[in-house]
């Protein structure tokens, strides 16, 4: 018998419901059908319920009832994953969304982060003592997926992934125990935990390191779609020749309907560099070049703080839109993958597709490359097609036209691609991903979760 044939129906949520502090949503609930629902709208699953949880206390109470009566779990955090891996049909979604405090000490520049914070909520507390731990580039992302899968983010060339900020984690275990782990406890729980995703436990809380960064230069830099040949050749050569405080991610968009954007640029595709510098100088010389390249549409770059630039998309992706995307690294991009994108880049099939190439080189390729899970650290860029419309009746085409998209430049890949970017590609996809690193994981999947209960996500086998 499955896990899923053994659940003892709604009746047995009843002895979980007294150990509780949180809400218990099962289908029936006025609720329900809104605590079900996750960011990507293509992701439609029925558990059997949503635990809100409100502590720690809860968590371990969830793992304790779900392992006992063999239910399937899935862990929430933010519930951004594109795959859906924050809900499962007929099981447990143990959503941490309420345990979403932000604690900064400006003394030892960290800060302690719930599992369920959004990248939003971590921006706003450490930018009010003018620091900021890297982070993605949407403020609803959840931290606590984010993080286990890696961090990318206008950072990352400067401060490294998330990954390599973090300090420490408590963690509730597949068995209910509790463990804080860091470099000197449980060293290899902790080793995993850096882009290993959420297979070893739920990290109630995470510390991180925090840098002195309050406000950026930053902004788009869009041009003609003809101009994309050559503005890719260039910042190719151009981005990783500058300083570690420059960052600019390459995209292929569509001019979003609304303000600041010129009314005669609204839903025209372009190409262009979305720019941000996160250092001490008022008007860098770096970014000054990279601004004078080619005859741009709009130059949009400005000085802002982190927080409000970290939430400069939020508008155009809010949850409920169909997404499905596919994504590679590259260590390099010879003409040919140029060619490739060119003529997939211009055939966004609806107007919040895009196409995005991040910088993952400075700082954060300066770590070990066994320091962690991250098994790419010799990679230049990460690289993510993104196919986005609200309409379920598009959803066919923003899937067909990121696979055509990925077939045509993924020869150009050095193979896997960055965890929190794939969908449900197989194991496969997943042991590229990790290359030389799956093995070790493997290992300490079988020390820490044997029967692999944490098995809703991008899936570490025990070996
Ligand atoms: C609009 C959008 C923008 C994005 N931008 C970026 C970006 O700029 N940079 C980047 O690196 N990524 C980005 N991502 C990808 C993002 O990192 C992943 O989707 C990630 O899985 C989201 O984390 P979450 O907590 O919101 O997801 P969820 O769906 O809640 O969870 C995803 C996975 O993580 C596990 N998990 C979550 N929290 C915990 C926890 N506390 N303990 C244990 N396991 C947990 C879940 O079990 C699940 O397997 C973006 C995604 C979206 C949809």
Redesign the pocket.
């Known amino acids: 018998m499955s896990v899923t044939e053994s659940w003892p129906s709604a009746s047995g949520l009843a002895d979980l419901a007294p150990s509780l502090r949180g809400d218990l949503i099962e289908p029936g609930d006025r609720a329900y059908d809104s605590a079900r629902a ?3 709208a293509m992701i439609d699953r029925r558990p059997a319920a949503v635990l809100r949880c409100c502590d720690v206390a809860d968590v371990i109470a969830a793992v304790r009832f779900a392992r006992e009566r063999g239910l399937p779990c ?9 795959a859906g ?2 809900t499962v049909d007929g099981g447990l979604v143990i959503d ?1 969304s309420r345990m979403s405090a932000v604690i900064v000490d400006p003394a030892t520049r960290t800060a302690r982060v719930e ?2 914070a959004t990248l939003g909520a971590l921006d706003h507390a450490t930018h009010a003592f003018g620091l900021a731990v890297p ?4 403020s ?7 993080t ?6 206008h950072l990352t060339r400067g401060c490294g992934l998330t990954i390599d900020n973090l300090l420490s984690a408590d963690v509730v275990l597949a068995d209910g125990t509790f463990v804080t782990t860091s470099a000197e406890r449980e060293p290899d729980l902790f080793w995993a935990l850096r882009g290993g ?2 297979n070893f ?4 809380s995470f510390t991180f390191r925090c840098h002195a960064i309050d406000n950026v230069l930053a902004g788009p830099v869009l041009y003609d779609l003809d101009a994309a040949a050559d503005l890719l050749a260039w910042w190719r050569d151009f981005g990783p020749a500058q300083p570690e405080e420059l960052s600019g991610f390459f995209a292929y968009l569509s001019v979003p309907p609304g303000p600041p954007f010129p009314d005669e640029l609204h839903l025209r595709k372009v190409c262009g560099v979305v720019w941000c510098y996160a250092g001490r100088d008022a008007d860098p010389a770096c970014l000054r070049e990279a601004r004078a390249f080619g005859a741009p549409l709009l130059d949009g770059v400005a000085p802002m703080p982190f927080p409000v630039w970290n939430s400069a998309f939020d508008g155009v ?1 809010p949850p409920g839109d169909q ?1 499905y995307w596919r994504a590679d690294f590259l260590r390099e991009l010879p003409d040919a993958a140029i060619a490739a994108h060119v003529e997939h880049g211009a055939a966004m099939p609806t107007w919040k597709s895009s196409m995005h190439v991040y910088p993952i080189d400075g700082a954060a390729a300066a770590v070990a490359p066994d320091a962690t899970p991250w098994a790419y650290r010799d990679a230049k860029w990460a690289q993510v097609i993104v196919g986005v419309d609200p309409d379920p009746a598009n959803a066919p085409a923003i899937k067909r036209w990121c696979v055509d998209y990925w077939d045509a430049t993924h020869p150009h890949s050095m193979g896997g691609a ?1 965890v ?2 794939m969908m449900d590609e197989g194991q496969e996809r997943v042991q590229a991903t990790y290359g030389a690193h799956y093995e070790r994981l493997a290992k300490i999947k079988a020390r820490y979760d044997p029967d692999n209960f944490f098995c ?2 991008q899936n570490i086998r025990p070996a």
């Open positions: 996750v960011y990507n899935a862990v929430r955090g933010g519930g951004h994953n594109g891996l924050g941490l599992g369920g982070g993605g580039i949407i609803t992302t959840g931290v606590g997926g984010l286990l899968g890696g961090g990318i983010g995703g959420g436990g739920i990290v109630t992706y997404w960055y929190n970017f809703v996500n």
